[in-house]
């Protein structure tokens, strides 16, 4: 189910179709833990009337990150296809009422930040830009956190998803375009179905990948991360085993309510196991990637390793785990993405974006 429009103003919506942008817009998850001030709610607001016409190719990188720029404001954006928006050049082009746009990635940027104030981008200068390719930590240890930040958020997602169905008591959802209770459930084992994959490709990177190179580097060191991985099968089964029961039942019985709760139970283990390895990961074990020394190229190697591992999740299931991040961030994982694949895939894999 895609959630890319979610980015859009909606008047009601149900707690399942919020994504982390929306979390900035309604100001309940800010920068630095503060609240969002008065001034930058009613700047989101009028961005929210702004249309943006976006000129390219849907193979374009460049147009890929624009299009999460604009996403990040809560500007509604509108993709036309085109190979050569720009006068015969490639270079993609914004329209904005009577304003037309084009120039470098961060010249645009900076144009998109000044034009659309809230939420900021943080628009880096070529000098810093420079300074973060001479970071020390390795790319796939960054790829994985990102990784860990949208299937965070999406296990988060589907604990309010249940949580709001069981306070409906089987009533439908006050956005029509969810469905009766049964359709709603058809979406839900959906969802949940994507993310299952990519909870299987994760954890069958680092075990066949990352866990390997440091198991070289000092043997046991992996052995907590691998048990981890095989104590939540179960309870990631029986999920979705419960939301296949849930799915046929009559949504007013009790049996209906009693099988919600369960569910509900199971999801938020899922939530909290998987919220605890995670930070035992990025804490404890992955920053050990960087005692391990690879240089460049081995890097390079290792990340394209990962990616092919995760060969689903960088297919089809792409959209899904963007959605799970920020548009600051999915522009980072699309930098990480880009370094490791031919023209081809990438140009395949960029027109899921904008599909």
């Not at 981008?121 to 420079?130: A, P, Y």
């Not at 990177?205 to 095989?230: Q, S, T, Y």
């Amino acid at each position: 189910m895609k959630k890319w429009n979610c980015f859009r103003k909606k008047s009601k919506k149900s707690t399942a179709e919020i994504v982390p942008h929306d979390v900035i817009l309604n100001g309940t998850t800010t920068t630095n833990g503060t609240a969002a001030t008065a001034a930058a709610a009613a700047a989101v607001v009028s961005t929210q009337s702004s249309t943006v016409r976006l000129y390219g190719s849907p193979t374009s990188v460049i147009a890929a990150y624009f299009r999460f720029a604009l996403l990040h404001k809560g500007v509604s954006v509108r993709f036309i296809p085109s190979d050569t928006p720009n006068f015969g050049s490639d270079a993609p082009v914004l329209q904005i009422g009577s304003e037309t746009v084009s120039g470098s990635r961060e010249t645009v940027l900076r144009y998109i930040d000044a034009r659309f104030p809230h939420p900021p981008l943080g628009v880096r200068s070529c000098d810093e830009e420079e300074e973060e390719e001479e970071e020390t930590t390795p790319l796939v240890v960054r790829a994985i956190a990102l990784q860990h930040k949208s299937i965070t958020w999406h296990v988060e997602r589907l604990v309010r998803w249940v949580e709001d169905l069981a306070t409906r008591g089987g009533k439908g959802s006050v956005d029509p375009t969810v469905g009766s209770p049964r359709m709603e459930m058809k979406k839900l084992a959906r969802s949940y179905s994507e993310l299952l994959e990519v909870l299987l490709e994760h954890a069958q990177m680092e075990e066949r990948v990352v866990f390997p190179i440091l198991e070289r580097a000092d043997r046991g060191m992996c052995k907590a991360a691998n048990e981890e991985h095989a104590r939540d099968l179960p309870i990631m089964n029986g999920i979705k085993e419960g939301i296949k029961s849930i799915g046929v039942m009559d949504s007013g019985s009790p049996d209906y309510q009693e099988a919600l709760s369960n569910l509900s139970t199971r999801l938020k283990s899922l939530q909290e196991n998987s919220k605890q390895h995670f930070m035992e990961e990025d804490k404890d074990l992955l920053p050990f990637m960087e005692a391990v020394e690879l240089n460049k190229e081995q890097q390079k190697r290792v990340l394209e390793q990962c990616l092919d591992v995760m060969q689903g999740t960088h297919s089809h299931l792409f959209n899904f785990l963007l959605e799970g991040l920020l548009p600051r961030e999915a522009m980072q994982y699309l930098d990480l993405f880009i370094s490791c694949n031919d023209r081809e895939r990438t140009a395949s894999t960029l027109k899921l974006i904008v599909d």
